[in-house]
């Protein structure tokens, strides 16, 4: 059975940083995308950032470019998300998501992940 479990999330300021990690188990996403989405309460899942195994091929949403990171640990078997310089704005529970098959087609839709976490609550405040 393949469990994505998220941690990191918390309370910061605006300005701060938080590195939200997720580790896989029950099998390895080693040709597949692992990734990030995010929802905010009241609006709809949306794409953070997602990654291929060696890291060549990255994907960021604009909202969080220059300020948040996606990096794979293989050996660990982990996605991280280096979040810096938080806005309120990016208030959401994060969630870790990887692919069943790789595929490059629309990234950013929800569509293409087959396994979510249980999500981890990121709070900003002004």
């Known amino acids: 059975q393949v469990q994505l479990v998220e941690s990191g999330g918390g309370l910061v300021q605006a300005g701060g940083s938080l590195r939200l990690s997720c580790a896989a188990s029950?099998?390895?996403?080693?040709?597949?995308?692992m990734g990030w989405f995010r929802q905010a309460p009241g609006k709809e899942r949306e794409f953070v950032a997602a990654?291929?195994?060696?890291?060549?091929?990255?994907y960021y949403a604009d909202s969080v470019k220059g300020r948040f990171t996606i990096s794979r640990d293989n050996a660990k078997n982990t996605v991280y998300l280096q979040m810096n310089n938080l806005k309120p704005e990016d208030t959401a529970v994060y969630y870790c998501v990887a692919q069943r098959v790789y595929s490059d087609y629309d990234v950013t839709s929800f569509r293409v992940y087959d396994y979510w976490g249980q999500g981890t609550q990121v709070t900003v405040s002004s």
């Open positions: 990654s291929s195994r060696s890291g060549g091929t990255i």
């Open positions: 029950g099998r390895t996403f080693t040709s597949t995308l």
